[in-house]
């Protein structure tokens, strides 16, 4: 007969799971390869083909050009409004689970920001966020065995990224850092627009297209230059719990909400509004 106090009991994951999970609880992000199909890539590259000659500020439906530092390239706000390939995003089933886990299932979701991020030679942005800020809205927390993450973001590669093509750099495991990263020290504005080349700690992560990274936002994190010729594209969904209000204001129209399921309106719209 046993004696002692009794272990706690573990949460009824696989082991592929359970290695997965403690893997984002160390380093702050998944690798998820593969996620999108073929087809389903081609269909999103067609429908960004669109906006190629869109100008800053200007709207194409729904869909915002959102003004930026020269140097970060096109970008292309409340994409989600761009057709049925940006809508099977929403909830698709390589990612979602994942970031129910992650933000906290008994929340619920909501995508405060969808864009498209499309960068030339020379284009870049610079490395942003880090866990020592302790910024509510993009939070890294576990409590009680359960995770509370108030932004988990995806990024969908829509072409290659490798040595040169402009990758996304993190720091890994900087969501628990307790001091702020050494770029981060100076004048936050001074850094706008720079890459985060040669950061302390960041690493290149290099994806093929149709590959996500899956990351907390407190994790500290930018991109490198492009050097390369061609174009860096890729989707961002970011998501948080659903009390959460929209990063820029973009309101989601009658159309989308009405062509949505469910599910996926619960997260557009978690909180429809209260009218007399």
């Given amino acids: 007969m046993s004696t002692g106090t009794p272990k706690r009991a573990i949460n009824p994951l696989s082991v592929r799971e359970y290695d997965e999970t403690y893997m984002f609880d160390l380093q702050g992000y998944l690798l998820l390869p593969g996620a999108v199909t073929q087809g389903h890539l081609d269909s999103l590259n067609q429908e960004i083909d669109a906006y190629r000659d869109i100008q800053p500020d200007e709207w194409r439906g729904c869909v915002h050009c959102q003004m930026h530092h020269p140097k970060r390239g096109l970008n292309l706000q409340n994409v989600v409004e761009g057709g049925l390939p940006f809508e099977e995003l929403i909830d698709h089933p390589v990612w979602i689970d994942k970031v129910r886990n992650f933000v906290g299932e008994s929340e619920g979701l909501f995508i405060d920001e969808n864009f498209v991020s499309v960068r030339g030679p020379g284009e870049s942005i610079n490395l942003h966020s880090g866990g020592a800020s302790r910024n509510i809205r993009s939070q890294f927390r576990y409590h009680d065995g359960k995770f509370h993450c108030g932004m988990i973001n995806i990024l969908l ?120």
């Fill in 157 to 276: 590669a829509l072409t290659d990224i490798g040595p040169g093509d402009g990758a996304t750099l993190i720091v890994p495991s900087s969501h628990k850092s307790n001091l702020p990263h050494p770029t981060l020290r100076g004048d936050y504005k001074d850094l706008m627009g720079t890459s985060a080349d040669g950061a302390i700690g960041a690493v290149e992560v290099h994806i093929k297209a149709g590959d996500a990274i899956l990351f907390v936002d407190a994790l500290a994190h930018g991109s490198a230059e492009r050097k390369n010729s061609g174009e860096r594209r890729v989707v961002v969904y970011r998501y948080g719990p659903r009390w959460s209000n929209t990063r820029f204001g973009y309101q989601p129209s009658s159309e989308l909400l009405q062509r949505l399921n469910p599910t996926r309106r619960s997260i557009i719209q978690p909180i429809a509004p209260l009218l007399p």
